[in-house]
C-alpha cells in the first residue's frame, strides 16, 4: 500500500478487506482490491502479478500507449517490476465493469451458452481486433524502444519462454513445432 499511497488520490487509501483472487487470466495471478479513502472509479482495482518482467514491462507499454490512442481499457494506476515485493511485475489498474465473455464456462453452463456463444464470440472477436489494427503502431514501438524493453515480440517467442518457465528444466533452445506453428500464423 506504500507505493499506491505515494500516487496523486490515493494518499489516504485503506484496503476494505484481503484481496479476493480474480481468475480467467492466461498468465497472471489477479486479484482485486477494494480500498476506502479513494474516489470511484479507483475504490476497486484489479492487480496483475506477472511472472516475466521483461514481458510485464512490454505489456505495460502496450496498455499505456494503446489506452492514449483511445483503446477503452481500464486505467493503469500503479505499475512496478519483480522488486515491488509483490512476488513479481504487476500492474495496478482499475476493474473494467462487467462481464468476460467466457465466464463461468464449464460444464452444464458451457453446453447451454455454447449456441449463444457461437453466434456472439467472432463478432466480438472481430471488433477488438479491428480496434487494435485501427491503432497506430508508431507511438508503442517509440514506447518500448525507449524503456528499453526486451521482450519476445511475436507468439513464438512468447510461447517458447512461457513453457521454458513451466518446465521442471531449462526453457527449450530452439523453438518446439507447437510454437513455431503458432508463430506462421
Same mark, same amino acid.
Given at each position: 500500500?506504500?507505493?499506491?499511497?505515494?500516487?496523486?488520490?490515493? *494518499?489516504?487509501? *485503506?484496503?476494505?478487506?484481503?484481496?479476493?483472487? %480474480?481468475?480467467?487470466?492466461?498468465?497472471?495471478?489477479?486479484?482485486v482490491?477494494? %480500498?476506502?479513502?479513494?474516489?470511484?472509479?479507483?475504490?476497486?482495482?484489479?492487480?496483475?502479478?506477472?511472472?516475466?518482467?521483461?514481458?510485464?514491462?512490454?505489456?505495460?507499454?502496450?496498455?499505456? *500507449?494503446?489506452?492514449?490512442?483511445?483503446?477503452?481499457?481500464?486505467?493503469?494506476?500503479?505499475?512496478?517490476?519483480?522488486?515491488?515485493?509483490?512476488?513479481?511485475?504487476?500492474? %495496478?489498474?482499475?476493474?473494467?465493469?462487467?462481464?468476460?465473455?467466457? *465466464?463461468?464456462?464449464?460444464?452444464?453452463?458451457?453446453?447451454?451458452?455454447?449456441?449463444?456463444?457461437?453466434?456472439?464470440?467472432?463478432?466480438? %472477436?472481430?471488433?477488438?481486433?479491428?480496434?487494435?489494427?485501427?491503432?497506430?503502431?508508431?507511438?508503442?514501438?517509440?514506447?518500448?524502444?525507449?524503456?528499453?524493453?526486451?521482450?519476445?515480440?511475436?507468439?513464438?517467442?512468447?510461447l517458447?519462454?512461457?513453457a521454458?518457465?513451466c518446465?521442471?528444466?531449462?526453457?527449450?533452445?530452439?523453438?518446439?513445432?507447437?510454437?513455431?506453428?503458432?508463430?506462421?500464423?
Amino acid at each position: 500500500m506504500g507505493l499506491l499511497r505515494a500516487e496523486p488520490g490515493f *494518499e489516504d487509501a *485503506e484496503l476494505a478487506g484481503p484481496p479476493q483472487p %480474480l481468475t480467467g487470466g492466461f498468465w497472471a495471478s489477479m486479484s482485486v482490491l477494494r %480500498l476506502v479513502g479513494a474516489a470511484p472509479p479507483a475504490d476497486t482495482l484489479v492487480l496483475r502479478v506477472m511472472p516475466d518482467p521483461a514481458f510485464a514491462a512490454k505489456e505495460t507499454v502496450f496498455h499505456r *500507449e494503446t489506452a492514449a490512442q483511445g483503446l477503452p481499457v481500464p486505467a493503469i494506476r500503479l505499475a512496478g517490476g519483480a522488486g515491488g515485493g509483490l512476488g513479481g511485475a504487476f500492474i %495496478l489498474m482499475d476493474r473494467a465493469p462487467g462481464r468476460m465473455p467466457l *465466464e463461468g464456462l464449464g460444464g452444464a453452463a458451457a453446453i447451454r451458452r455454447l449456441p449463444s456463444l457461437s453466434r456472439r464470440l467472432p463478432d466480438l %472477436l472481430g471488433q477488438v481486433t479491428a480496434a487494435l489494427h485501427a491503432l497506430d503502431p508508431a507511438p508503442v514501438q517509440a514506447a518500448l524502444a525507449s524503456a528499453r524493453v526486451d521482450a519476445p515480440r511475436d507468439p513464438g517467442g512468447f510461447l517458447t519462454g512461457t513453457a521454458g518457465r513451466c518446465s521442471t528444466g531449462p526453457p527449450p533452445s530452439s523453438p518446439t513445432p507447437s510454437t513455431t506453428w503458432r508463430s506462421r500464423r
